[in-house]
């Protein structure tokens, strides 16, 4: 039996020495919508997320534009999209960057940018939404991190850059407004995010 390479694996599997941000944005989309990131040179693969994660998301990722629109701050959100540092290159389930820095066309926001990441654990990636992520995320200075777990029940743990680390500023469970680095103000519904998931 012959087996039937798509032409991200091919590429994937042929490639020789450390990565590059340059590679991992020309590869193609993979067949089953896995993310490729990149680590100084180690590119690491996810599997697609499944519904519920993307229902979060976009729930979340709704009521983050209501607060941008609402406090005029000049931001723009997006959800798994490219962020790039010199040799690091992120998908994060949510970001907020400088409305500057992503004209239209544009393919990857600097890390720099970035006022607030956000992650969604997931079985496949607990490790690197839990530690690898946000000490990467927090040495790049990022101001913002949001740490969403999906299990027991449905959280954001909201985290603050202080000096070169985070540090978890609140969790929420239900309905709260909360502070995004001075520059805006989210006013958080996780029991509507709770009945989006239940519909």
């Known amino acids: ?23 991992v944005l020309a590869l193609p989309e993979h067949p089953a919508r896995a993310r490729f990131e990149l680590v100084d040179g180690v590119l690491m693969m996810s599997p697609a997320p499944d519904w519920d994660h993307q229902t979060v998301s976009s729930a ?57 990441l956000g992650e969604i654990v997931s079985p496949f990636n607990r490790a690197a939404d839990r530690i690898l992520k946000p000490a990467l995320y ?16 449905l959280c954001v743990v909201v985290h603050e850059l202080e000096g070169d680390t985070y540090r978890e500023a609140a969790t929420i469970t239900g309905k709260a407004s909360v502070d995004v680095a001075g520059e805006f103000t989210v006013d958080l519904d996780l029991d509507a995010v709770r009945r989006e998931l239940e519909g």
Do not use: C
């Open 1 to 23: 039996m012959v087996a039937i390479m798509s032409v991200a694996e091919t590429r994937v599997d042929d490639h020789e020495g450390p990565w590059t941000v340059e590679d």
């Open 138 to 153: 927090a040495h790049a200075k990022v101001p913002a991190y949001w740490r969403v777990e999906m299990k027991p029940d």
């Open 60 to 116: 979340l990722h709704s009521q983050i534009k209501v607060a941008l629109a609402r406090s005029g701050a000049p931001f723009r959100s997006g959800e798994a999209v490219n962020v790039t540092g010199e040799s690091r290159l992120f998908i994060p389930d949510i970001a907020v960057v400088d409305r500057a820095a992503v004209p239209r066309g544009t393919l990857a926001a600097p890390l720099d940018a970035a006022v607030l």
